[in-house]
């Protein structure tokens, strides 16, 4: 394990983030729903997106070294498209989603955004993730934009790495191992109208 941090912006550029996690006595474990009631508290009192992150990262480690049934949690993956999703919370009114995901070894996703903050803890495998800048031009109908975007860099996430996405951030995502590709995953209150899946060949962005 590696254990990494890494955080991702408009420009597509990952790097690392030295983030303080205190080391707390796990006399009790840290119990989804202690974490759930912190997540929380911190959307209540830090409005920037970037702020939250610094503080709901180190929860999530802290979350999954305390209670690994987590890594238990999880759908196999689909034969047709090759992933899954297991919301594992998920309430009316609730502004986060919190899901594991599974990917079938050589899967690769759509070039996407997310339109809201995300974390990415991986939990088993190894997953490549490529990053990518926009570049709007013109507006067209039918929630069509002509964009243009490029190819920044990626980095390949080891069990125990944990990326942190900005609402802007745009990726794709690539299952490297010879076994499923598992991670636990964080999404914040979507905004619909602005989730884009990118072609860089027609330099389109359609609401994905």
């Not at 009790?28 to 202690?34: A, C, F, G």
């Not at 209540?44 to 997106?49: G, I, K, L, S, T």
């Not at 480690?61 to 297991?86: A, H, I, K, Q």
């Not at 989603?97 to 996703?109: N, R």
Request: aromatic content about 10%.
């Amino acid at each position: 394990m590696t254990n990494q941090d890494l955080w991702v912006g408009k420009d597509g550029q990952c790097a690392t983030w030295a983030l303080s996690h205190q080391e707390v006595a796990l006399t009790q474990p840290y119990r989804l729903y202690r974490f759930l009631t912190d997540l929380e508290d911190i959307l209540a009192q830090e409005a920037d997106d970037q702020r939250r992150l610094t503080l709901i990262c180190p929860l999530v480690r802290r979350l999954l070294n305390s209670s690994t049934w987590l890594l238990d949690n999880y759908l196999p993956p689909d034969p047709d498209t090759g992933w899954s999703v297991l919301m594992l919370y998920d309430e009316p009114d609730y502004p986060i989603t919190v899901q594991t995901v599974v990917w079938t070894p050589g899967t690769v996703s759509p070039i996407h955004n997310h339109a809201t903050w995300g974390v990415v803890a991986l939990l088993s495998g190894q997953e490549k993730n490529t990053f990518w800048q926009r570049s709007a031009t013109t507006d067209t109908s039918d929630h069509i934009e002509t964009d243009r975007i490029e190819q920044v860099g990626d980095r390949i996430l080891s069990p125990g790495d944990i990326l942190c996405l900005m609402p802007d951030a745009i990726h794709h995502i690539e299952a490297l191992s010879d076994e499923p590709t598992i991670s636990f995953n964080l999404y914040g209150e979507t905004n619909y109208s602005q989730r884009f899946q990118f072609d860089p060949v027609q330099g389109t962005a359609h609401i994905f």
